[in-house]
Structures are given as structure tokens and as C-alpha cells.
Nanobody, 118 residues
Framework: QVDLEESGGGLVQAGGSLTLSCTAS????????MGWFRQGSGKEREFVAA????????TYADSVKGRFTISRDSTRRTVFLQMNDLKPEDTAVYYC???????????WGQGTQVTVSS
């Protein structure tokens, strides 16, 4: 059983920043890949970012490159998504994900709402 606990969503004005965090209760964290997906109202779920454990390598969706940064604190089994210069089109439910394959989609958090007002 793996639980992913997210926090940090909320309401922010366009141009503002938010940081999401997600803590994983997983036995073997050293090989656990974590990431973020999002789903806007009436839209399909889409990949946002992911980070590897061993190398720390990251991948971002083109729509968030240069604005979002994914990072991790392995001692706390936590991954972060720093979101800067937020735009109304970033409004969505953001899901933390984890797994052993790339991009990670085996385990999903409950989702946290991010709303960006114009």
C-alpha cells in the first residue's frame, strides 16, 4: 500500500507563485519515481513534471518549462513543485504520482486544487 499525501494548493492571482508538496509512504523510496499531473475542468489529464531518484533527472511539459521546478527531499520522501508566473490556464487539480516506470503513473494522490485568477 502506497499513500501519496499532497498539500499546497489554493487560489492565487496571475503572475503569482505556489508550491505543492507530496509525501510518499513507500517502502523502497530509493528507486521510486515521483511526478505531477494535472486536469483542468473539461480537459484531459496531462503530464506536468517528474523527477528520477537516482540521477535527479527531471522532465517538464512544454507548457510549464521555465516556470515550474520539481525537486525532492529524499530524507523526507517528499517531492515539491514550485510554480512561478502562474497563468489562468494553469488552473487545474494537480495530482502527485509515483511509480517505478517513467513517467510515474502507478500511484496517485487525491489531488489538490490550484486556481489562478486573471
Amino acid at each position: 500500500q502506497v499513500d501519496l499525501e499532497e498539500s499546497g494548493g489554493g487560489l492565487v492571482q496571475a503572475g503569482g507563485s505556489l508550491t505543492l508538496s507530496c509525501t510518499a509512504s513507500v517502502r523502497t523510496y530509493s528507486s521510486y519515481i515521483m511526478g505531477w499531473f494535472r486536469q483542468g475542468s473539461g480537459k484531459e489529464r496531462e503530464f506536468v513534471a517528474a523527477i528520477r531518484q537516482g540521477t535527479g533527472g527531471t522532465t517538464y511539459a512544454d507548457s510549464v518549462k521555465g516556470r515550474f521546478t520539481i525537486s525532492r527531499d529524499s530524507t523526507r520522501r517528499t517531492v515539491f513543485l514550485q510554480m512561478n508566473d502562474l497563468k489562468p490556464e494553469d488552473t487545474a487539480v494537480y495530482y502527485c504520482t509515483g511509480g517505478s516506470s517513467w513517467p510515474p503513473q502507478k500511484h496517485w494522490g487525491q489531488g489538490t486544487q490550484v486556481t489562478v485568477s486573471s
